[in-house]
């Protein structure tokens, strides 16, 4: 019997239950959207979420969410299995997987293409190859790969034109400081499973071994180098705000509160200095409504000077990424590794 795919009321109702496991935060600033744009948040989440999880192994986990990374074993070949998956919702085909069969529903519906896509793989297929970032320009990298391209694609299916470039690279900056947030909150978790995004150059500026820099003697420098990757954050979330502007009232909603609730996991990491790992970070639900309430005052009133001068701070522009993205995906095409 021919598989089929499911129908899109049955793939929103799993992206639906998706997104309420996998990210509180993401969920809660979901339903400030309209009906038909909720439902393709989701879907687009799922398809991300199901990756992060099928290249990780683990379960509700990775820069989306919380959980314990599985076994690394085969992990080339669970990225295979993402871009062969993909590459078939994008045609059209049934996938026997609801996350992937709704990512071909929203592409549909929003123009995504499989460049963006494979912008997004790429980052998986960094991290088959147990690769670290050397430089900052690796680091950010990673962060486009992994949160910036994701921005671009949540971009189009709030309705931004494909052709609005501008508009496209604020959306990328959001997906590049929530990446940034998650990488100082994340540290700990991150050095237990093997791994650190942090610079390597950055590192050894620091006369931090690589691969030690949780231990307590490094940890002045290692806050120091949290500190600089969230500046590099603020200058992102700055930018964020000023696109956001140019959204309808209840996106521009949406994008400020889920910009409020990401960003202040990453100042809360900064404010605690050298405790920013005894726990978790996190926003509380009472903490998660106070942003809902500010974003929606802020939604009345265009960014001002302020916000201005530290987007003028970004370092990184979505071109630059993008150019280091293109090569990735020909070396992708060509089956060949990343690093």
């Keep these: 019997m021919t598989a089929e ?79 062969e998956k993909t590459a078939q919702a994008l045609a059209g085909e049934p996938t026997g997987d609801p996350a992937f069969d709704g990512l071909g529903v929203v592409a549909r519906e929003c123009r995504i293409t499989q460049d963006h896509c494979d912008d997004v793989i790429a980052g998986f297929v960094l991290d088959a190859a147990d690769w670290r970032p050397r430089s900052e320009g690796d680091m950010m990298e990673y962060c486009y790969h992994v949160a910036g391209a994701v921005g671009v694609m949540m971009a189009l299916v709030m309705g931004v034109a494909p052709t609005d ?31 650190c995004y942090l610079p390597i150059e950055w590192l050894v500026e620091e ?24 500046t590099i954050a603020r200058a992102h979330e700055a930018s964020a705000r000023i696109g956001a502007a140019r959204l309808r009232p209840r996106h521009r909603w949406a994008v400020l509160a889920a910009t ?14 050298d405790h920013a790992w005894d726990h978790r970070a996190h926003t509380t639900k009472l903490e998660k409504l106070g942003w809902l309430i500010q974003s929606g005052i802020a939604t009345l009133s265009k960014p001002g000077a302020e916000c201005e001068a530290q987007a003028a701070k970004r370092r990184w522009t979505m071109a630059d990424l993008r150019e280091r993205a293109s090569r990735n995906r020909a070396l992708m095409a060509r089956q060949e590794p990343l690093v």
């Design 5 to 83: 795919i499911p129908s899109r009321a049955e793939l929103v109702t799993h992206a639906q239950q998706a997104i309420g496991r996998g990210s509180k935060s993401f969920s809660a600033a979901s339903r400030l959207f309209d009906r038909e744009t909720r439902e393709r948040v989701w879907l687009l989440y799922a398809w991300c979420r199901a990756c992060d999880d099928l290249a990780d192994a683990q379960d509700f986990g990775g820069p989306l969410g919380v959980g314990e990374l599985g076994s690394q074993a085969g992990a080339p070949e669970r990225v295979a299995i993402i871009r």
């Design 165 to 195: 470039e501008d508009t496209l690279e604020r959306a990328c900056d959001l997906g590049l400081a929530f990446q940034l947030a998650n990488i100082v909150r994340d540290l700990w978790e991150d050095d237990a499973a093997g791994r």
């Design 207 to 230: 006369d931090i071994a690589p691969g030690q820099h949780m231990k307590p003697i490094y940890r002045e420098g290692l806050v120091k180098l949290v500190g600089d990757a969230c």
């Design 260 to 273: 409020g609730i990401y960003g202040g996991i990453a100042r809360k990491v900064e404010a605690a200095a």
